[in-house]
């Protein structure tokens, strides 16, 4: 055969072509094996778990309650299923540290509720309220100081609606539209006694949302001319002048008085960015904060200028209390507050007095001085200067007013945990201040509980007291054995107690309302470990209870769970406790060592004595929330919940300064005392946790080998991105930044040899959780090889609400663990469901 030359050329040249192309096919083939194994992206649809987590999550909800102000009737209020991810993923806009529906003129994140019904306490007759709105989307319940309505707003596909129940018809309408809600807090409230609402409207004659501007007219310029100005680290900030005027327009409100039941409307000459409103207990005054300009672009609408002015009922201004700058500038530190006047309110037990707090010393926690804060008072007609009142040797915590010769005073400390309760005489001008309790907040064995209280003529809590004028104190009643709530009687004489009631074994029973002293009658809400909450009317004096509801256990297929309040200790001493859940059904000597899941929340402590406490009951119902790990207990696992992870720095010591040990620490005391047990197989044991628990469960993988797989929702991995503090941190990163360093798994991801799922809604909004916190963790994870997954889930933030969202987020977990935790056969994971 003749081959010609230019023949073998065109050979030769095919033979190098395909070895070529068979080098780019192998090359190709081995990148993309490569991604495959070790590094690819997903967009895959929402899946659901096993069907036994499913039904677990669409077990119906249990109503909410509320007791009315007689407390002849309590609301039943009906809790809808998850939301669908079509009602979480509406239009929303985030800016001055909100989040709002520009549809509704709401809040872009609240919960709804579908339904309404009323129970009379003494026969038990439960009726269903007519006349509500079609695919009711309900809150903001608020019963009417005589207690004959509720208001409720209701979400409609354009606006927020008032509606008005009237109690003794069982019925529902209609009152206005257009509210505005897009600042937290109640969107109305009740005037005084008489029916008559004060409500946040849209402004008259808005027109039309601001338009984005097509060009910039020129760059966002921010400039600090000297001075500290330390904040946290917060999501959601106005960013440019186009988000102050969309602040600005959806915040603007103003006030209408709407009379109950007829509806008719009244509108007040009172507007603006409203952030409080409310009417003195006589309903003749109303006193309002109010937002000003200039907006800030580094701190939340809460910290922004703003003026607090009262108003006659009539919106007559009578006369502006404080004028205050943006709170740009706060000191650094957990008891730093802004200087000037601040937390108002009404005196509950006066017709129309006015009181605020300021701080004695700059607002500033290193300031060493007698008096932190005082009260002063200003009564009506509110002319003249304020009277001063108490002084608090700490921070200013609160106030329950009883009458002019006697109120209680609460204050604290937070870097000595420490807190005071006092009592004094509103109306007398001497110091009259006597200290009632001088304790540690973290010590709960030593808790005295909450004074009670009671609804005045003006429907405003004061201090419930017998005729001897003695007090009540309810209370968790925290103690070694667990949580055992009880009721005392104080005298304020000698300051000696007399119990009177104590929750007994086998049930935790909660004092709910006091409803008579004198004969012993209060409402509880009881539950066992096998029978779901429940409220009763229980006389303390003859041991009668009487059920009021009849709440159906949602969870009959736990039933069989076997729980235990398991009690160990670290190997410095310090006494622990968790929850042990095993499977239904479970034989030890027949089954052996479970898979486990540990769950745990890092807290910190002043005290190892307090750190060592029992925290619950070993008799409360077992309970489920979306983020809940007891669903993995019908999957076989053995489950440690809510096990004690706590972090200590006794006298000048910070918590911080060993963390990473006594976390450690914590954790093996925990796998040891489940392991000895003989319920958990140690090479099978997964540790988890949400926010602050997922950045433990990344310092638990970088720092010990104690687990075979991890699971870290919504945390934050990387300190130095939160460099003004975080948690109980109170130190900036340059004061402490090896503490910030060592504290980071992100600056250990080289470390993190076993598997870590990371899971995080993709709209978190929680101060130092951003988003970014699990993609650049992943990225550091990815890049030195490490076994690692993120999901991100659309539209959701800190917690997780879709019904897809959740369902979702339990199909990822339970594929994490059936293959790192329960390490199935390679047979076994075949049959798993894949997208």
């Known amino acids: 055969m003749h081959i010609t030359v230019k023949s073998f050329c065109n050979f030769i040249n095919l033979i190098i072509l395909v070895e070529a192309m068979q080098k780019i096919y192998l090359f190709t083939t081995t990148i993309l094996l490569f991604f495959m194994t070790y590094s690819y992206a997903q967009n895959i649809p929402y899946q659901s778990p096993p069907q036994v987590i499913l039904d677990l999550v669409d077990a119906p909800n249990t109503p ?48 709804t509720f579908k339904g309404l019904a009323i129970k009379n306490i003494s026969n038990a007759e439960e009726k269903r309220i007519s006349g509500l709105p079609d695919k009711p989307r309900l809150e903001n319940f608020s019963w009417s100081p005589d207690g004959q309505y509720i208001a409720c707003t209701h979400t409609t596909e354009k606006d927020l609606e008032l509606w008005v129940v009237d109690v003794s018809a069982y019925a529902a309408k209609k009152v206005c539209s257009g509210l505005n809600d897009a600042v937290y807090g109640l969107p109305y409230t009740w005037m005084g006694t008489r029916p008559m609402l004060l409500v946040k409207l849209v402004p008259d004659q808005r027109g039309d949302a601001p338009q984005a501007p097509g060009i910039p007219a020129g760059p966002v310029v921010q400039e600090n001319a000297g001075g500290a100005a330390p904040v946290r680290t917060y999501q959601d900030l106005l960013k440019s002048p186009y988000d102050e005027l969309l602040f600005e327009y959806y915040t603007s409100s103003q006030l209408v008085k709407i009379d109950v039941p007829g509806g008719h409307q009244e509108v007040l000459p009172i507007q603006g960015i409203i952030t409080d409103f409310n009417v003195s207990p006589d309903g003749n005054f109303v006193l309002v904060e109010r937002i000003k300009k200039p907006f800030s672009y580094i701190v939340p609408y809460y910290r922004f200028p703003q003026e607090v002015t009262i108003f006659d009922q009539n919106g007559l201004l009578i006369r502006q209390i404080a004028d205050l700058p943006a709170a740009e500038k706060i000191p650094k530190g957990f008891n730093a507050v802004a200087e000037g006047p601040r937390s108002f309110g009404w005196r509950n037990d006066q017709p129309a007095t006015v009181y605020w707090v300021e701080a004695q010393d700059g607002g500033d926690p290193k300031n060493e001085v007698p008096v932190r804060d005082q009260l002063f008072m200003l009564k009506a007609p509110f002319i003249g200067s304020p009277t ?14 009883g009458d002019g010769k006697m109120a209680i005073g609460h204050e604290f400390w937070w870097s000595t945990r420490q807190e005071i309760t006092s009592s004094w005489s509103p109306d007398v001008a001497e110091d009259t201040k006597q200290i009632l309790y001088d304790r540690s907040y973290e010590d709960h064995y030593t808790d005295p509980g909450d004074f009670q209280t009671e609804l005045n003529a003006n429907g405003k809590s004061i201090l419930l007291r017998d005729p001897e004028n003695r007090l009540y104190l309810a209370g968790i009643g925290a103690s070694p054995e667990g949580n055992r709530p009880f009721v005392d009687r104080y005298n304020p004489g000698d300051q000696s107690t007399e119990r009177l009631w104590r929750s007994e074994a086998p049930y935790y029973e909660i004092p709910v309302k006091i409803l008579d002293a004198e004969k012993g009658l209060m409402i509880t809400r009881r539950e066992s470990e096998d029978t779901p909450p429940n409220y009763f009317l229980r006389n303390w004096n003859s041991g009668d209870l009487q059920p009021i509801t009849g709440f159906p256990n949602p969870y009959v297929m736990l039933s069989g ?44 402590y002043k005290s190892a004595d307090a750190a060592s406490q029992v925290r619950n009951s070993p008799y409360e119902f077992l309970r489920l929330s979306y983020g809940s790990p007891l669903f993995w207990v019908l999957r076989g696992y053995a489950i440690f919940d809510n096990f004690a992870m706590p972090i200590i720095g006794e006298g000048d010591e910070e918590p911080n300064e060993t963390f990473v040990p006594q976390l450690v620490a914590g954790a093996q005391a925990a796998i040891d005392k489940i392991v000895e047990m003989g319920v958990a197989d140690r090479e099978r044991i997964g540790v988890g946790g949400h926010s602050y628990g997922a950045f433990m469960t990344a310092n638990l993988l970088a720092h010990s080998d104690l687990f075979a797989a991890g699971i870290a929702r919504s945390g934050a991995y990387n300190r130095t991105l939160t460099p003004f503090g975080f948690q109980s941190e109170e130190r900036t990163y340059w004061e402490a930044p090896e503490i910030y360093n060592t504290m980071s798994p992100f600056m250990h991801a080289d470390k993190i040899k076993e598997p870590i799922l990371l899971i995080h809604g993709e709209a978190d909004n929680n101060s130092g959780t951003f988003p970014i916190q699990s993609e650049r963790f992943y990225a550091a994870l990815k890049g030195h090889g490490a076994t690692t997954r993120l999901v991100m889930l659309p539209h959701e933030s800190h917690g997780y609400r879709a019904r897809e969202s959740i369902l979702h987020m339990l199909w990822e977990m339970d594929q994490w663990l059936e293959k790192y935790v329960k390490k199935i056969t390679p047979e076994q994971r075949s049959t798993l469901k894949t997208p």
Not at 564 to 578: I, P
Not at 586 to 603: I, T
């Open 561 to 604: 769970v076997k729980k235990e309040l398991v009690k160990y200790a670290r190997n410095d001493g310090v006494e622990l406790t968790g929850t042990l859940y095993l499977p239904p059904g479970y034989n030890q000597e027949k089954d052996g060592a479970l898979p486990a899941l540990m769950w745990a929340y890092p807290r910190e």
């Open 388 to 401: 001063p009142s108490i002084k608090f040797s700490l921070r200013y915590r609160g106030i329950t007013w």
């Open 64 to 111: 909410a309650v509320s007791l009315s102000p007689d407390k002849n009737f309590i609301l039943l209020i009906d809790v809808p299923s998850l939301p669908p991810i079509e009602e979480v993923a509406e239009e929303e806009l985030r800016i001055g540290g909100l989040r709002i529906n520009p549809r509704t003129n709401g809040s872009s994140r609240a919960s």
